[in-house]
């Protein structure tokens, strides 16, 4: 169980508000808005290069942007150092020290802080058993698996209580299991001590598994959307984020007829009907996005609205999950993914197959 002391440290709301950063000709960050609530666990998710690591070193003061400010819990923090900061760090590396044990890595900020023993003792019990490590406090760390070294740097940046907790990519070195494993045990830490954590992975499953809420950014440092992560997968805004968060079927279309409920598209596969979020106006080229799983077969039982016929290009065994590959009679791929119930007819390759997907699933974007 965690002590009063560390249960009453609650984290503190982060505003980045029209940051810009530049290093030369390269912007690396471009005019990012966002207000990070007090307490949640938010991510910045997107590919390699897009900035997520620079916003990180930005909120931390190891970087000052070159427009914008920096706000942590309404304090400007211009001019704020990184050891001025209510925030603490942990890099992809750990930078764990190998001589010491968990006990000493953990306290290493304390001894900086000159805490009294007594209280420095029970400070790091209280954060091993808040890692779920209570008996490995005399151990190397050389002595702990992949995981329980995540823990101890977890524990160690708790131990001077910041308000914002700062990942970078902290998970990235383990193994699919692990990483699984250690987002559920992220997510329950963040839970139990109320600190804000701000959390950086181009891993999609990370972002959407463990958030309260996500950022999405593009290659060119630009905030795409910000939002649950239901809303990030299921709404998009932008076809660079319906394209990078999960799989889709992106469709050329022109908006042809637009309605209060819905829309009707033109494409090579013929009239669609859609969803149009952004109400882009007739005439408009656009793309119409379908997510391999709201694509059904056609099996004797109706259609959802938009139907196709198809031939099978190829099919993956995924156990949970049948994956095809599809081509359509004027030669667009599209993926269907379909839950392994027993229900579905039995296919081969180069069988015709009539789909079909609703238009609540189909969001047309620019």
Same mark, same amino acid.
């Given at each position: &169980?965690?002590?009063?002391?560390?249960?009453?440290?609650?984290?503190?709301?982060?505003?980045?508000?029209?940051?810009?950063?530049?290093?030369?000709?390269?912007?690396?960050?471009?005019?990012?808005?966002?207000?990070?609530?007090?307490?949640?666990?938010?991510?910045?998710?997107?590919?390699?290069?897009?900035? #997520?690591?620079? $916003? +990180? #070193?930005?909120?931390?003061?190891?970087?000052?942007?070159?427009?914008?400010?920096? $706000?942590?819990?309404?304090?400007?923090? #211009?001019?704020?150092?990184?050891?001025?900061?209510?925030?603490?760090?942990?890099?992809?590396?750990?930078? +764990?020290?190998?001589?010491?044990?968990?006990?000493?890595?953990?306290?290493?900020?304390?001894?900086?802080?000159?805490?009294?023993?007594?209280?420095?003792?029970?400070?790091?019990?209280?954060?091993?058993? /808040?890692?779920? /490590?209570?008996?490995?406090?005399?151990?190397?760390?050389?002595?702990? @698996? !992949? !995981?329980?070294?995540?823990?101890?740097?977890? =524990?160690?940046?708790?131990?001077?209580?910041?308000?914002?907790?700062?990942?970078?990519?902290?998970?990235? =070195?383990?193994?699919?299991?692990?990483?699984?494993?250690?987002?559920?045990?992220?997510? %329950?830490? %963040?839970?139990?001590?109320?600190?804000?954590?701000?959390?950086?992975?181009?891993?999609? !499953?990370?972002? +959407?598994?463990?958030?309260?809420?996500?950022?999405?950014? @593009?290659?060119?440092?630009?905030?795409?959307?910000?939002?649950?992560?239901?809303?990030?997968?299921?709404?998009?805004?932008?076809?660079?984020?319906?394209?990078?968060?999960?799989?889709?079927? =992106?469709?050329?279309?022109?908006?042809?007829?637009?309605?209060?409920?819905? *829309? &009707?598209?033109?494409?090579?596969?013929?009239?669609?009907? *859609?969803?149009?979020?952004?109400?882009?106006?007739?005439?408009?080229?656009?793309?119409?996005?379908?997510?391999?799983?709201?694509?059904? $077969?056609?099996? !004797? @039982?109706?259609?959802?609205?938009?139907?196709?016929?198809?031939?099978?290009?190829? %099919?993956?065994?995924?156990?949970?999950? &049948?994956? &095809?590959?599809?081509?359509?009679?004027?030669?667009?791929?599209?993926? +269907?993914? %379909?839950?392994?119930?027993?229900?579905?007819?039995?296919?081969?390759?180069?069988?015709?197959?009539?789909?079909?997907?609703?238009?609540?699933?189909?969001?047309?974007?620019?």
């Amino acid at each position: &169980m965690m002590t009063t002391e560390m249960a009453s440290n609650v984290g503190h709301d982060v505003h980045i508000k029209d940051v810009t950063m530049a290093f030369g000709p390269v912007t690396a960050v471009d005019q990012v808005n966002v207000h990070i609530p007090a307490g949640t666990f938010f991510s910045f998710l997107g590919p390699s290069g897009c900035g #997520k690591t620079t $916003l +990180l #070193k930005l909120v931390s003061g190891f970087l000052e942007p070159t427009r914008g400010e920096i $706000l942590i819990n309404g304090i400007n923090m #211009k001019g704020v150092g990184p050891n001025k900061r209510p925030t603490a760090m942990i890099f992809q590396n750990l930078a +764990l020290f190998p001589l010491m044990t968990v006990a000493e890595n953990i306290a290493f900020g304390l001894d900086v802080m000159g805490m009294e023993k007594r209280q420095k003792k029970s400070r790091v019990e209280a954060l091993l058993e /808040l890692v779920d /490590l209570p008996h490995a406090g005399n151990l190397r760390v050389t002595d702990l @698996s !992949g !995981g329980q070294r995540q823990r101890v740097a977890i =524990a160690r940046a708790l131990a001077v209580e910041p308000s914002v907790l700062l990942l970078d990519e902290p998970l990235s =070195a383990l193994d699919l299991k692990l990483r699984k494993h250690m987002r559920t045990e992220l997510r %329950q830490i %963040q839970q139990k001590t109320d600190v804000t954590f701000i959390y950086i992975t181009h891993d999609q !499953g990370e972002a +959407l598994t463990m958030s309260d809420r996500v950022g999405v950014m @593009s290659q060119s440092g630009v905030l795409e959307q910000v939002g649950t992560p239901r809303e990030i997968y299921d709404h998009p805004r932008t076809a660079f984020v319906a394209s990078f968060v999960g799989e889709n079927n =992106a469709i050329p279309v022109t908006m042809a007829e637009n309605k209060r409920e819905g *829309c &009707m598209v033109e494409s090579k596969l013929g009239t669609l009907s *859609c969803q149009n979020p952004l109400n882009i106006e007739s005439g408009y080229s656009a793309t119409a996005f379908v997510r391999p799983e709201t694509i059904a $077969l056609v099996n !004797g @039982s109706g259609s959802y609205g938009n139907q196709l016929r198809c031939r099978i290009l190829s %099919q993956r065994f995924e156990g949970a999950f &049948m994956t &095809m590959e599809l081509t359509a009679d004027d030669g667009t791929l599209l993926t +269907l993914r %379909q839950s392994n119930n027993g229900r579905q007819p039995p296919l081969e390759k180069g069988d015709s197959a009539a789909i079909t997907f609703s238009p609540e699933h189909t969001m047309v974007l620019r």
